[in-house]
């Protein structure tokens, strides 16, 4: 008898660590490598930690920059890389499907304001209605992100073009842009906010969210041109940028059209299961998207795909936080 319970529990300990190994060998563990938009940096900082916190054997490695830029880091300098969000869903879409990725999920929303601080230019007479005068002023220095790297960037010129057109004044767009030099052009919109904080810049164009988690003074534009009520897209479409395209030499037409922000599995990711796992994270309402709302970028809930063939196309684990829409 007593060998009999030995027996049974050496083979309770046994079961007990097949069942321990398993789930360990389950859980997500090495480097997820993450490229995004500037955009998203504090956000995905503090994904980053309880994430980490969940899964002690992952290591997050994410990098800012213009959402462009970063997906030319894939197709054009083919760095290793398993996961990009974007701050506009439609560069996934230009740049890096089909070649690159299978499927774009639509994840969160955004708006343009107009930031300044204390230390800004004319900052105790601008407002909603006058803002586009202040700009112009004589000394007044603003600025806005690369249209070219960031679509924060192109978003700034359409928010312009659009002024031109809402509070119907001609010539508004050319008299904006001739009184920004080309040094207040920076390669992401994020870094024109210290610029912002040390007194080297009065006034910047940002999203929402950048101006909340900066602690930045802004200016809230009309819902008519700060690109964020997707209802107003056939108003917004009237903004034209041109930026460059695909391959060198090559550039497109952005239309105008409301912030939208995009995510995709990259096709040859070097860690695909602990990237979908942080994509399950981060599409959960109680957790990824949970922080966004929190920190100025109001998430969709759910997620969205445009169409019943994309949703086909992810993984099992992500079917279910998405919907087609």
Sequence with gaps: MKNTGLRMTFVSLLVFLFIAFAQASEEPSGKIIIFHAGSLSIPFERMEKEFEARYPNVDIIHEASGSRRAARKISDLKKPCDIMASADYTVIDELLIPEYADWNIRFASNRLV????????????????????????????????????????YRSLMVLRLAEIYYKKPGLYQRLTSSRPKENIRPKSVELVALLQTGHMDYAFEYLSVAIQHGLKFIELPNEINLSDYHLDNFYKQAKVKVSGKRPGEFIWKMGKSCTYGITLIKNSPNRKAATSFLEYLLDKNAGLKILGEMGQPPFIPAR????????????????????K
């Design 114 to 153: 107009l930031c300044y601080t204390e230390k800004s230019r004319y900052v105790n007479e601008i407002n909603a209605k006058n803002w586009y005068e202040i700009l112009i002023k004589k000394g007044v220095i603003w600025g806005h992100s690369d249209p070219n790297a960031d679509p924060c960037g």
């Design 305 to 324: 795909v445009p169409t019943e063939e994309m949703k086909a196309r992810l993984p099992e684990e992500l079917k279910g936080l998405v919907e087609v």
